[in-house]
């Protein structure tokens, strides 16, 4: 009988050498494909090749278990402490490379996370959407206000010179000589203008910010 145990304690010592040798440097094939990630309370399923799209990104070094040391859940599954709410864009955006995001779903969050798993292309993504948005937000159409002036022709030149600023010339329209002052004829002018009014995001109408009144 102690011979049989040697055996066995050898056979042993033999599997647990393989596995060290394994860890170090699985040969391609070896690993396994599935990886089950626990975030926060919640089980993700996903396969390596998904979480290593994005070579610098913390999940990526996680499942090829270089140099982070993570805990497991009894399952096996990879513990890491964060949202689970946010992790489901973050995955899926690693499989297909786009960013889906449920409406009630904040950007910031989103954007918290893809900063911690360190997913470059996704924060970019989401940093221009966030500006996108903040332009549209702010950027109201503006409104535009017609104005009409009579003038005489001798007024046109000083008129369009002094017009005050953000205040712009559209169309003149001749209307003739309607009125006689004394023995000149004096050709009357229709000048239309127009100007911009933007709506600030407070509601209350506001010359652009550029063109401030000296």
Same mark, same amino acid.
């Given at each position: 009988?102690?011979?049989?145990?040697?055996?066995?304690?050898?056979?042993?010592?033999?599997?647990?050498?393989?596995?060290?040798?394994?860890?170090?440097?699985?040969?391609?094939?070896?690993?396994?494909?599935?990886?089950?990630?626990?975030?926060?309370?919640?089980?993700?399923?996903t396969?390596?090749?998904?979480?290593?799209?994005?070579?610098?990104?913390?999940?990526?070094?996680?499942?090829q278990?270089?140099?982070?040391?993570?805990?497991?859940?009894?399952?096996?599954?990879?513990?890491?402490?964060?949202?689970?709410?946010?992790?489901?864009?973050?995955?899926?955006?690693? $499989?297909?490379?786009k /960013? +889906?995001?449920?409406?009630?779903?904040?950007?910031? #969050?989103?954007?918290?996370?893809? *900063? =911690?798993?360190?997913?470059?292309?996704?924060?970019?993504?989401?940093k221009?959407?966030?500006?996108?948005?903040?332009?549209?937000?702010?950027?109201?159409?503006?409104?535009?206000?017609?104005r009409?002036?009579?003038?005489?022709?001798?007024?046109?030149?000083?008129?369009?010179?002094?017009?005050?600023?953000?205040? $712009?010339?559209?169309? /003149? +329209?001749?209307?003739?000589s309607?009125?006689?002052? #004394?023995?000149?004829?004096?050709t *009357? =002018?229709?000048?239309?203008?127009?100007?911009?009014?933007?709506?600030?995001?407070?509601?209350?109408?506001?010359?652009?910010?550029h063109?401030?009144?000296?």
């Amino acid at each position: 009988g102690v011979r049989m145990r040697m055996e066995g304690r050898e056979e042993m010592q033999g599997a647990v050498g393989l596995r060290c040798t394994w860890d170090i440097a699985p040969p391609a094939g070896t690993q396994a494909k599935w990886v089950r990630l626990n975030v926060g309370g919640t089980v993700f399923l996903t396969t390596r090749q998904t979480l290593c799209r994005e070579q610098k990104s913390f999940l990526c070094r996680l499942c090829q278990g270089e140099e982070l040391q993570s805990d497991r859940d009894e399952t096996g599954a990879y513990l890491i402490d964060r949202d689970p709410t946010y992790f489901g864009p973050i995955l899926n955006f690693l $499989r297909h490379g786009k /960013l +889906v995001l449920d409406k009630d779903m904040a950007e910031e #969050g989103i954007l918290e996370e893809a *900063e =911690f798993y360190n997913i470059g292309p996704l924060i970019r993504i989401i940093k221009d959407r966030m500006e996108e948005k903040d332009y549209t937000v702010t950027q109201v159409p503006p409104k535009h206000v017609y104005r009409v002036l009579q003038c005489q022709e001798e007024e046109l030149t000083q008129m369009v010179s002094t017009m005050s600023d953000g205040w $712009r010339f559209e169309q /003149l +329209v001749n209307i003739g000589s309607s009125y006689n002052y #004394g023995n000149e004829d004096q050709t *009357e =002018f229709l000048c239309v203008v127009s100007k911009e009014l933007y709506n600030s995001p407070s509601g209350l109408s506001s010359e652009p910010s550029h063109k401030a009144k000296v």
